[in-house]
């Protein structure tokens, strides 16, 4: 996206929509995150759900891919808790 001035420009718009959108999803649960977190949670999540898509993407075999799904799903659940992520 920095290829260009307008890119980056759109790129740095969307990412400040998000980390307002990650902050006020956090304070529903009268939890606290400062705008630095917030970045840094939007890019732990856009990471680990590319992750979890390439890895599903490999395994066709079962009971594998059931493990690996449920193993994803309980991440990215994970990845949505801010409180957990800070203990």
Same mark, same amino acid.
């Given at each position: 996206?920095?290829? #260009? @001035? !307008?890119?980056? +420009?759109?790129? /740095? ?20 995150? #400062? @705008? !630095?977190?917030? +970045?840094?949670? /939007? ?45």
């Amino acid at each position: 996206m920095a290829s #260009t @001035p !307008e890119l980056e +420009q759109l790129q /740095a718009e969307h990412n400040d929509k998000a980390f307002h959108r990650i902050i006020a999803s956090q304070e529903k649960f009268s939890r606290t995150v #400062t @705008p !630095e977190q917030a +970045q840094a949670l /939007a890019r732990l999540r856009h990471n680990v759900a590319v992750a979890c898509l390439s890895a599903a993407a490999d395994v066709t075999e079962q009971p594998e891919r059931d493990i690996l799904l449920n193993w994803c799903k309980k991440t990215l659940r994970l990845v949505y808790d801010i409180d957990k992520l800070n203990a």
